[in-house]
């Protein structure tokens, strides 16, 4: 089936560590993204890419990495400067992101990540 | 900048009844605009898009509406199911940006 897999479902951080979370999407989009959501919270952008080895950072990048050398993996580090790490974290794809007005969004079922 | 709002944060009704989400955006220059829905520790799925040409969109007991000029968009669930319960999402697509989300609205429907 087509879709977008995230793994792991949940995550434990430590003091100082960096942890990457994976998103694998089988659907030939060629945009993908990475979407924050705390408690009560709507998603907030931290990075999306519209093309291989091309990426621009969302409303809050600060702390978080990404890459993109396959058009399938869009990965997501968050980095020991990533404070608050804690919270639901979302990926998904679209066609192209170019702004096509019938262009539907996919996403992944999330990872939760946690600090110890 | 854009902000989406929706309101209200969350609703109680029984089984049956129709019921009506809400969504306002600052800035009417929009590609689409889309709802969704989210069950808990689950991913978004979306129930409808309405492209910035059209004025809503059905889905079976679901029916979106659009209104660009005033910057509002209406979400309408009939005969409501517990099965509905769920908190939905709305966001709207601007050019050259990622989709905006709203804070969304948590429903509870009671049998």
């Known amino acids: 089936d087509g879709g977008i897999t995230q793994s792991p479902k949940y995550l434990f951080r430590k003091e100082g560590q960096n942890v990457t979370l994976s998103c694998e999407q089988n659907l030939n989009h060629d945009a993908m993204y990475w979407y924050r959501q705390d408690p009560g919270q709507g998603l907030r952008l931290i990075y999306y890419?519209?093309?291989?080895?091309?990426?621009q950072k969302g409303d809050i990048a600060e702390g978080y990495s990404v890459s993109r050398e396959k058009k399938e993996s869009f990965p997501l580090t968050v980095t020991s400067a990533q404070k608050n790490p804690t919270a639901f974290y979302l990926c998904?794809?679209?066609?192209?992101?170019?702004?096509?007005?019938?262009?539907?969004?996919?996403f992944g079922s999330g990872t939760q990540l946690s600090v110890l | 900048k854009q902000e989406v709002t929706q309101i209200p944060a969350a609703l109680s009704v029984p089984e049956g009844e129709n019921l009506v989400l809400n969504c306002s955006f600052t800035?009417?220059?929009?590609?689409?605009l889309q709802w969704f829905r989210q069950d808990p520790g689950k991913g978004l799925t979306s129930l409808l898009l309405i492209q910035s040409s059209q004025r809503e969109q059905t889905s079976g007991r679901l029916n979106a509406s659009l209104d660009k000029s005033s910057g509002r968009s209406t979400l309408y669930i009939a005969a409501s199911q517990p099965g509905d319960s769920a908190t939905y999402l709305c966001a709207v697509k601007e050019a050259g940006t990622a989709l905006i989300f709203g804070k969304g609205t948590t429903l509870s429907v009671s049998s």
């Open positions: 998904a794809s679209s066609i192209s992101g170019q702004g096509r007005t019938n262009e539907k969004l996919f």
């Open positions: 800035d009417s220059a929009i590609y689409n």
């Open positions: 890419s519209q093309i291989v080895n091309d990426f």
